[in-house]
């Protein structure tokens, strides 16, 4: 069997239902129904969700200010890792950044989350010696990793 085909579309409340199925599995402590609402209201966010067929198997958001993009939640289902499906999403919203004029992307990721900080790496973002806010993650008290990628630039997309 092949990896199903993955199209990357605008998140819209219709999705719903899937992202938050996604965002349960993905996180101890997952962001609430109406936290995803609230965000698809703002005209600074972008919000995408990766289908295979009609299914919801991942999603990628950030908030996009003057010349700053910041990374909010990018999540893909477990049955659906580890086939490029993250790195499709991440590579969507960079482009997506760069054309509303973002000169520079920023997250948070949790010190002990090895896959997530191999993709953002992969994809050029970068970290240094105590860029890192203590205590970010209040469920567990662990520490924040800030990376960033700067410039956004065409050869990236
Ligand atoms: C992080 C996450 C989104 C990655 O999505 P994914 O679709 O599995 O990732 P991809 O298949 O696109 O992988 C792209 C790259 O990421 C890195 N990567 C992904 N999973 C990895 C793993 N388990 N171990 C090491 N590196 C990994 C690799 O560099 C990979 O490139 P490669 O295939 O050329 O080696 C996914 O693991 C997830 O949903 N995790 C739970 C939620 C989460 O932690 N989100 C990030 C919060 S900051």
Same mark, same amino acid.
């Given at each position: ?17 899937? #992202?938050?199925? #996604?965002?349960?599995? %993905?996180?101890?402590?997952?962001? %609430?129904?109406?936290?995803? =609402? %609230? ?10 969700? *990766? ?8 999603? *990628? ?14 999540? #893909? ?9 993250? =790195? ?25 989350? *090895? ?43």
């Amino acid at each position: 069997m092949g990896v199903p085909e993955i199209a990357v579309h605008p998140m819209t409340p219709a999705d719903l239902d899937q #992202v938050m199925e #996604v965002e349960r599995l %993905s996180y101890l402590t997952p962001w %609430s129904r109406e936290a995803f =609402e %609230s965000e698809l209201l703002q005209r600074y966010t972008v919000y995408l969700v *990766a289908r295979a067929g009609d299914r919801v198997v991942g999603f *990628a958001g950030m908030h996009v200010l003057w010349e700053m993009a910041h990374v909010t939640n990018v999540a #893909v289902h477990p049955e659906f890792r580890g086939r490029g499906v993250g =790195e499709r999403l991440m590579r969507e919203l960079i482009r997506i950044a760069y054309r509303r004029g973002a000169a520079r992307m920023t997250l948070e990721v949790r010190v002990g989350n *090895a896959p997530a900080q191999a993709l953002y790496r992969k994809l050029g973002f970068v970290t240094e010696p105590g860029a890192v806010r203590k205590g970010y993650y209040t469920d567990t008290g662990e520490d924040a990793i800030i990376m960033w990628k700067e410039p956004l630039v065409e050869e990236a997309i």
